[in-house]
T-cell receptor
Framework: TQLLEQSPQFLSIQEGENLTVYCNSS?????LQWYRQEPGEGPVLLVT?????EVKKLKRLTFQFGDARKDSSLHITAAQPGDTGLYLC???????????FGQGTTLQVKP | GAVVSQHPSWVICKSGTSVKIECRSL??????MFWYRQFPKQSLMLMAT?????????EQGVEKDKFLINHASLTLSTLTVTSAHPEDSSFYIC???????????FGPGTRLTVT
């Protein structure tokens, strides 16, 4: 069974601080997606990483896929209250198209 | 674009009745759609994979006779919760995948409350 361990599960920080969220697995994924979800809404796709070692930037968010495609990280620089939400990593299995989701990280950024 | 809609956004029903939730891909065709359930402050739990023109594939522990899935066209999948009970109250979210792509695009979710 493929599992994605996401950490930390909860994070409360002050505006302007930096943070990193991690997703780790013993399995190799063909790709990994990061989503952000606000209460009462569906997840919104932030990025897809496919190549081992790949780094993608989305404004203040930096996403990295591990060389072995087993782990990924999301780094937020100078967090803003608008970054508050549930962040989910999801690894794609190769044939079925199903996503394996991490447990999620609830981020609260206080002004 | 990749817009997915769900209807209704919320529904309250009485125990024993059935509820149908629709999931539509508005600007792309989706051979495959997925249905998830989410409990408060938790991650998404995959219930089933909906395949256009064929039977859905259910995850272990999900009752296929209780959660009926129909994927009649390339843009519409429906989930019917039959004989609903209070324990079925949850946030149900669908997603759709563009053919040949790995990303899933999610609908806004449906809050089901069974009284």
């Amino acid at each position: 069974t493929q599992l994605l361990e996401q950490s930390p599960q909860f994070l409360s920080i002050q505006e302007g601080e930096n943070l990193t969220v991690y997703c780790n697995s013993s399995s190799v994924f063909s790709s990994l997606q990061w989503y952000r979800q606000e209460p009462g809404e569906g997840p919104v796709l932030l990025v897809t990483v496919v190549t081992g070692g790949e780094v993608k930037k989305l404004k203040r968010l930096t996403f990295q896929f591990g060389d072995a495609r087993k782990d990924s990280s999301l780094h937020i620089t100078a967090a803003q209250p608008g970054d508050t939400g549930l962040y989910l990593c999801a690894g794609a299995t190769s044939n079925t198209g199903k996503l394996i989701f991490g447990q999620g990280t609830t981020l609260q950024v206080k002004p | 674009g990749a817009v997915v809609s769900q209807h209704p956004s919320w529904v309250i029903c009485k125990s024993g009745t059935s509820v149908k939730i629709e999931c539509r891909s508005l600007d792309f065709q989706a051979t495959t759609m997925f249905w998830y359930r989410q409990f408060p402050k938790q991650s998404l739990m995959l219930m089933a994979t909906s395949n256009e023109g064929s039977k859905a594939t259910y995850e272990q522990g999900v009752e296929k006779d209780k959660f009926l899935i129909n994927h009649a066209s390339l843009t519409l999948s429906t989930l019917t919760v039959t004989s609903a009970h209070p324990e079925d109250s949850s946030f149900y979210i669908c997603s759709a995948r563009k053919d040949g792509r790995v990303e899933q695009y999610f609908g806004p979710g449906t809050r089901l409350t069974v009284t």
